[in-house]
């Protein structure tokens, strides 16, 4: 029998996929068909729920959620294109974000595509941006840097870089770690296992255990202590391998290099992510912005980087600002960034 009570209950993210699916597809429809529907909807849409996730995580978004793209009358799409998402963050009022995924050093929009987004920005009065993933690097501009070419309205991935609000509204950065900050583990040798030798090189393998983990700073130097949050950041890079060996012991040292590049701060996101999923494993962000947290092991993202510039795990953090100041932003802020070095 079924209570009152059940059914005035809220519907749970599973439940909503499959009222989803029958919806479209009838009770009649096959079960394994409707089973099939509802794992490509969990899966999401990838690139709208990667870029929720990121902002979500950067801190500084207040609201940020799909719009329902399923229009009335028909006639309307004729007129009107919905964007992927409606956006509020803390300096902004609401504002509309269409997302893209393209490899290609053009972003490309037909006419008729981009003036149906553009109708209904104006129809409701929201700003209209666009989010760009391009090869792994996220980019935030409004949709007026697009251009008219000999028919559609373009711009170059460098063009958009260069107007990206991704900083100022979500809080993004680049931040570059220092060089020889790392993890270091200092291994006891206690028994030579077996000896290889070929064509020169000798191969050992011992059983060892570990009697001292560390962590190190700027040029190498031991670290006396630091935040947690500081130490997970060291997960977000690639770290390069050392080893200095004696008779007693291995020591592993994984450190920056002296000509490691920038990372940008959503980048580092995905890092976090990967480290906690088996090897080979994807990540589901449609599950990541539905969980109480992004991730669980790095409280706040901002404030680490603060404290690891503080304590020389970081060198280097960059705020970047658009050449040209958006009209729905009310005030240029003056935020440099800043450098251990000054």
Known sequence: MIRESDIMQPLGDGDRLIQEVLSELGW????????????????????????????????????VHKLDQHQA??????TYQ??????????????????????????????????RLTAYATLVNMP?????????????FEARHLAKARKNFNIRFGDAMKENLLGVLAGDVAYKIAPGAGIRFRCRKEKLLATEKHDGTVTEQWQMRIDEIGFTVAEGKAANALD????????????????THSDTHIELHFAAD????????HMALTHLLNWTLPRGAAINWRHAIRRDAVVSNMTNF????????????????????PQSWPDFLLKEPSSPGRSANQ
Not at 73 to 78: A, I, M, Q, V, Y
Not at 258 to 265: L, N
């Open 73 to 78: 009358p028909l006639t309307s799409r004729d």
């Open 258 to 265: 002296d000509d490691a590049g920038m990372m940008f701060g």
């Open 128 to 140: 209209l941006l666009i989010a760009w993933k391009h090869h792994g690097i996220w980019i935030l």
């Open 228 to 243: 947690p949050d500081v130490t997970t950041l060291f997960t977000t890079w690639d770290l390069a391998e050392r080893q």
């Open 302 to 321: 901002g404030r680490a980087l603060e404290r690891a510039l503080d304590q020389k795990v970081v060198r280097t953090i960059l705020h970047q600002l």
């Open 82 to 115: 919905v964007p992927d998402l409606l956006a509020q963050f803390e300096n902004t009022g609401p504002l509309l974000i269409e997302i893209k995924s393209k490899t290609k050093q053009t972003l490309s929009f037909t006419p008729e595509y981009f003036e």
């Open 28 to 63: 009649e429809a096959d079960p394994k068909t409707i089973a099939a529907r509802v794992r490509r909807l969990d899966v999401g849409l990838p690139a709208e729920d990667e870029f929720t996730a990121i902002c979500s995580w950067l801190g500084k978004a207040r609201l």
